[in-house]
């Protein structure tokens, strides 16, 4: 009734549109590269290994192997004041041992949220070494969506860095450098 009156009295149409209890998903886009001082198949068997993948995975409590492509993982971040244990899988596809792959999964985090996306990874022999580069989206819905794009992006980027310099390390000779830069 007071949607009809302020349409009349104001000549404004309302529309009401209900509210479905989910926040809008937001997306990231990452790329960067890692200087590894590896050859690339020593790095491709490290990107297809399950010990060295946890090592890696910021805050990966359990990674486990269902297929040579399907990985089921637990882990606990914490984005600004929302720490979440998120549950899911991980796929890999587009696989060009050992040039690079594309790696993508989704995760659920309970009441905070939920988050999915994807990275190709791209493996190119460079000053006697592996460049990685990588290109990521990653989207996330629910209380993690709401703290806003600014520090979503900042917890990505350092998540990533965090991963990166722990598959870095896990190489004996001494860590290649390492950039990042958000997307523009």
């Avoid at 000549?11 to 050859?39: C, F, N, W």
């Avoid at 914490?78 to 696989?95: E, I």
């Avoid at 629910?142 to 600014?150: E, H, P, S, T, Y």
């Avoid at 190489?171 to 958000?182: H, I, L, M």
Wanted: charged share 20%.
């Amino acid at each position: 009734m007071a949607m009809v009156m302020n349409e009349t009295m104001a000549g404004v149409r309302m529309v009401h549109v209900p509210y479905k209890g989910i926040a809008p998903a937001m997306t990231d886009l990452m790329s960067g590269e890692v200087q590894l001082p590896a050859s690339r198949e020593t790095v491709w068997a490290k990107l297809n290994d399950t010990d060295a993948l946890k090592a890696s995975i910021p805050g990966c409590e359990t990674l486990e192997k269902l297929s040579d492509t399907e990985f089921q993982a637990v882990a606990t971040n914490k984005v600004g004041p929302v720490k979440a244990r998120f549950k899911g899988k991980v796929r890999l596809s587009d696989l060009d041992p050992p040039n690079g792959y594309r790696i993508s999964g989704e995760g659920d985090g309970g009441v905070a949220g939920f988050a999915k996306g994807g990275a190709t990874i791209a493996l190119t022999d460079k000053d006697g070494g592996t460049l990685l580069t990588y290109n990521v989206e990653a989207q996330i819905g629910g209380k993690l969506a709401q703290l806003g794009q600014r520090l979503v992006n900042g917890a990505a980027k350092k998540l990533a860095d965090q991963f990166f310099a722990k598959f870095a390390a896990q190489f004996t000779s001494p860590a290649g450098t390492q950039t990042s830069q958000a997307a523009q």
